[in-house]
């Protein structure tokens, strides 16, 4: 055929379009050959010369619609109420795919003709200022509002109501009057009529029968959860919730558009759930009480879509793991209270956390609840708050018992294992630096006295904490780690030293050369202390060849925590024994005699009367020495009797060889006092985190005013609090002194204008 334009007789063309288009909305059969002519007859019209009669085919087209749909309309009708959805749906079904057809058919018209005068998807959907809203549709899109014009406006309130009454029979399990297949047609038809607009495409449907279709469903949900309501049984109540509600959305399922879904749900949580909250709530209690996991699984599935709903539960939970880890922890007595601490929380933890994930699908409500109730207990002080927390201490001797030689019966990767898990009592500490000064102090003494059992753990242990809360955290810990490989250096080259000197000793000499700043040893708990004339060489070598190096350096010899092996040969078996500093002093007072009184030995040596008689009573105790008065205390009761020792171990006492002494070890140690962690060493530890904190609190006040300049009160203290958390919780009373001190010392001081406003003095 011709593409150039020619002149057209209309009202022949239009005939022949007309009849074609009757087959093709109908569904009738086109032949091929007669599909080919109309699509080009279409095209003759559009183009056709000397005028385009696009509008007029356009005109005829729609009102062919509207007759062919007002007739579809009666012959819809011409069965009663009791065919209307069904004869419905069934011209529907034929309209539908007819009209996409005609819309092929119409192509040219759509695209050149149609297409070119129609808005924008931008314009439609954001507005425009001059639309004048008579454009003209694409055929498809045309066929569909006439439909909606002239098939569903008529009879949408009818078939809204034959709708619903088919859904209510699905409801009560009854035989539906309508097929399914044409209910759920005629539902979605109101769907897909509007599917061509930009926007608003499930107006109709949703104004037309989504809306009285959740009012409807309202009303049973309400009179459903009457009914159950009346069986007064929570557990059974919520498991038919639960069903209905699984019921309903299987329902929408079959019956409505994707977009109700959420709703229906929301409906009957509404009136099922929503609108009985208290009788949910009144069983709460007994359900986390017995840990009925079913039920709290069930009432979880109901709460958490109601809004707010579940904090009951989450606060229930809370309370419940509160009281179950005080009551855990509550009556811990005995030596190894510590481990049953840590052990007893991480049971509290681990049960919890699994009934969480299970019951409560990991909820991130119920997992803050774990948090807050383990950091509730980890922190409570008993009391009502008198009593300092001891839990950064106990887990401190948790982890000082895994890392010990003393630990028997446990594999390397358990002890990992272990200390692994304490990371998660740790990080719910809030004075995390007090334990790290019983860590540090811990770790010093296992160190020390070579009673790490591995230092691969140590140094595991250490990355955890450093992973949980810094390298600051642990920078002393990393140090006093390096003291220990220098040292072991610095032993090889003084042997070295010695060696090339040709200087013999007499003894074998090892030292420990560690940083005071890094150590938490302190200077104020360096004792007097005469040394033996056995050791004096070697000190003195030492101090020269170390001075040599390390030229204005100040050596401080911590007696107290040295040790030595004493190989004892006035006995029938030779034994070697390992003992303390004081202890190996006092034994090495009697080498050439064989009694000295307390007098004599303490005017010797210059011990203090604390450190003299500990150590006194731990070589008596062992039957090394012996007293004419009668002298037996183990360790944990000799800080308890040392008003006793007083009045027996007078100055006049004599103490002799045990001449008679036998063990079944010929190499054994003698228990040292210090490697115990005393009372006194625990307050110590104590006003040590004291102090440190006062020193961090104004260090960080300064800095915080350096870049501030001028802060007000309030501010301030809460910039203070917020750096310091990590660390330890500090009270406001305390950061309140802390700027008072800051004041004094001429810091900071308050703004002339106001005195809750602080200014920073350069």
Known sequence: MSLKPRRVDFNAT??????????????????????????????????????????????????????????????????????????????????????????SLYLYLNQQHIKTQKLSDAEIIYGSSDSSGGEQMEIGELALDVWTRGMI?????????????????????????????????????????QGYRKKGQLQLYQVLFEEAFLDDSGEHFKRSAARLLQEKNVSLYMEKVKAKIEEELFRARRFLHHSSFPKVSHRCETHMVAEHLQFLYSECSNMVQQERRKDLSNMYDLLKSVQNAIVVLVDTVLDYIKTQGLAAIGNLQGENIHISFVENLLAVYKKYKELIKDVFKSDQNFMGALDKACSYVINHRPNQGRSPCRSPELLAKYCDTLLKKSSKGISETEVDEKLAESITIFKYIDDKDIFQKFYARMLAKRLIHQQTQSMDAEESMINRLKQACGYEFTSKLHR?????????DLNNKFNSFLKNDNIDLGINFGIYVLQAGAWPLGQAIVTPFALPQQLEKSVQKFEAFYHNRFNGRKLTWLHHLCQAELKLNHLKRTYVVTVQTFQMAILLLFENVDSLTCKDIKETLQLNNEQFYRHVVSLVD????????????????????????????????????????????????????????????????????EEDRKMYLQAAIVRIMKSRKVLKHNLLIQEVYAQSKVS?????????????????????????HSSEEYSYVA
């Open 14 to 103: 239009w005939g022949a379009i007309k009849d074609t288009i009757k087959g093709v909305i109908t569904l009738d059969h086109v032949a091929r050959a007669v599909w080919n002519d109309r699509f080009s007859d279409v095209y003759s019209i559009c183009v056709a010369h000397p005028e385009p009669m696009a509008d007029r085919l356009y005109a005829e087209t729609k009102q062919y619609l509207i007759d062919h749909v007002a007739k579809l309309l009666d012959k819809v009708q011409e069965d009663g109420e009791q065919y209307l959805v069904k004869n419905y749906f069934l011209y529907w079904s034929q309209y539908s795919v007819g009209s996409q057809y005609l819309h």
């Open 153 to 193: 406006v008529p009879l949408g309130s009818r078939l809204v109501k034959l709708l619903l009454e088919a859904i209510a029979q699905d409801r009560a399990q009854e035989t539906l009057s309508i097929p399914i297949e044409a209910v759920r047609g005629t539902i979605l038809s109101f769907v897909e009529v």
């Open 480 to 488: 006093m780690f390096t003291d220990m490989s220098v040292s072991s």
């Open 622 to 689: 062992s039957k090394l020495l012996l007293a004419d008065a009668e002298v037996s205390l183990d360790y944990q009761g000799m800080l308890q009797y040392y008003l006793w020792v007083f009045q027996e171990l007078t100055p006049e006492v004599t103490l002799k060889l045990n001449m008679e002494y036998s063990n079944k070890r010929t190499k054994f140690r003698i228990t040292a006092a210090v490697q115990k962690e005393t009372p006194h060493e625990v307050e110590q530890t104590m006003n040590s985190v």
């Open 728 to 752: 330890f919780a500090p009270s406001v009373q305390l950061i309140k002194k802390c700027i008072e001190s800051l004041i004094d010392k001429q810091y900071i001081e308050r703004t002339p």
